[in-house]
């Protein structure tokens, strides 16, 4: 079962209330709708139609979106995933996106170490030259101890770093401002992921896991308007109850109820319909799941490399459940997952980059480093990005919300340069953040035409007022 109590942090009001209403809206268990503002933008994929799987006594969970919407029968979407996995190229690319949430702070990860102006907006929380990596492409610039494993891969060449990442006068709310990364457009109107618009243009009817988000509910990355997605937390997790029933019968019994699922999806009565359709879906996903559990519930399958433990968290399991699936064949095309770890670090800032970031930048550098094993690198490119960065001033034990970030795309195929330059201390706006020198929305366009050989106007509004970076090789 899946990790989900991370330690607590002390976050700002609006991170709560926004968290509150996702999880409202998505109708996660035990949710309410504390404090909503309607101002708020409401998260993409809410409404959608879906069916919700809560299976077995160990809670895992599986959903399949969008799929009930199309009238499509489960053995449509098995043989779609079947025919999915066999059209699918061994170089077919793959996006991994991953989201931390809150807005991590930068200047933490990445920072002029020898400005004497950095070590005045940070005496108690700023890298010390002594503790720090060097940054071989700037020599005044310096990773922090929490990075170790983000600068190992930059100096292999398997690292772009994007320093200044955002848009132009940022929104410093968690929940516009995560909004807009979400959908690739600064309109708070918009309700389906720039993923999900991809996903739609590309994507079959008859294939969930061309989307599949890993954090148990839909992410709203992910989020279409006419194609399945699906969400799980970790392949293993899949599992289905019946009392007093095991072992062949067992079987037996999940296998009929999925073939009489199959056969009255479309039944007269609403009510039948409804209820065949969740047997026939969860059949589908049994079926394409079944090979990465053992009868017990532990994960049938291994890893090549070690993945560190994250406290409370199974982050790392979850990239290592994403390498096997990869290896196995399943026909992905974006996958999206966030670390429980939350980063609105008001308070208590050194803690978590000393504890938590380490452990996931480790985690990052673990499944690249699987995926190499396998010889499936070539194929993933990673998107590790977050809402926004912090002040540039520090806070005491934290900092305030700021404006620019840090990005970065991870892969084998990656030119490995900066893109952007670092955002002067020496020029800060009038709330006291980093400039933005790094349109996201340029980010996204430039993988969609490099990475997907796709036109990016299809997807981003507006995509030719941005610039292109050269992002792969």
């Not at 848009?167 to 720039?194: I, K, P, Q």
């Not at 061309?210 to 699906?230: E, F, H, I, K, Y």
Request: charged residues 15%; proline residues 7%.
């Amino acid at each position: 079962m899946s990790a989900r109590n991370p330690r607590p942090m002390r976050c700002c009001t609006s991170f709560t209330r926004s968290e509150a209403l996702r999880a409202a809206l998505s109708g996660t268990r035990g949710a309410g709708p504390r404090e909503w503002d309607p101002s708020m933008p409401i998260p993409a994929g809410t409404g959608i139609d879906r069916r919700r799987f809560l299976l077995g006594a160990a809670g895992g969970l599986v959903s399949v979106y969008g799929a009930g919407r199309l009238g499509l029968g489960g053995q449509a979407l098995s043989a779609g995933i079947a025919q999915a996995a066999e059209m699918q190229s061994s170089q077919s690319p793959i996006l991994v996106s991953i989201f931390l949430a809150g807005g991590i702070d930068a200047l933490s990860i990445l920072a002029p170490v020898e400005d004497p102006t950095y070590a005045t907006l940070r005496p108690t929380l700023g890298i010390s030259a002594s503790d720090s990596t060097p940054f071989t492409e700037d020599p005044a610039l310096a990773w922090g101890p929490a990075a170790a494993p983000l600068a190992a891969l930059h100096n292999a060449g398997k690292m772009i770093v994007m320093p200044g990442s955002g848009y132009t006068d940022e929104d410093m709310s968690h929940f516009t401002s995560r909004h807009y990364w979400e959908v690739g457009a600064l309109d708070t109107s918009v309700t389906t992921g720039w993923l999900g618009r991809y996903l739609d243009q590309v994507g079959s009817a008859t294939n969930p896991l061309q989307g599949l988000s890993m954090d148990s509910a839909m992410n709203p990355t992910l989020a279409t308007s006419r194609v399945p997605v699906a969400a799980i937390d970790r392949p293993e997790n899949f599992s289905l109850w019946i009392p007093g029933t095991w072992g062949p019968v067992f079987e037996e019994a999940l296998d009929a109820a999925s073939r009489l699922g199959d056969s009255q999806r479309s039944a007269a009565d609403a009510a039948i319909a409804q209820v065949a359709s969740a047997a026939s879906e969860v059949g589908t996903v049994r079926r394409a799941l079944k090979p990465f559990a053992n009868s017990d519930g532990t994960a049938a399958y291994t890893s090549p490399v070690s993945y560190p433990t994250l406290s409370g968290s199974d982050f790392p399991q979850r990239l290592a459940g994403l390498a096997a699936m990869i290896a196995a064949g399943l026909p992905l095309r974006c996958v999206a997952l966030t670390p429980e770890t939350q980063f609105d670090t008001h308070a208590d800032q050194a803690q978590t980059f000393t504890e938590d970031v380490p452990a996931i930048a480790a985690s990052i550098a673990a499944f690249q480093s699987d995926l190499e094993a396998r010889g499936l690198d070539g194929r993933v490119l990673i998107h590790v990005w977050s809402e926004f960065g912090r002040r540039a001033q520090e806070n005491d034990s934290g900092t305030d919300h700021g404006a620019a970030g840090l990005s970065m795309l991870i892969g084998s195929r990656v030119t490995g340069q900066m893109v952007g330059e670092f955002p002067s201390l020496e020029q800060l706006d009038v709330n006291g953040n980093q400039r933005v020198n790094v349109d996201f929305r340029s980010v996204y366009a430039s993988v969609l035409e490099q990475w997907f050989d796709h036109d990016a106007a299809a997807v981003i509004p507006g995509a030719a007022r941005f610039p292109r970076y050269s992002l792969i090789t």
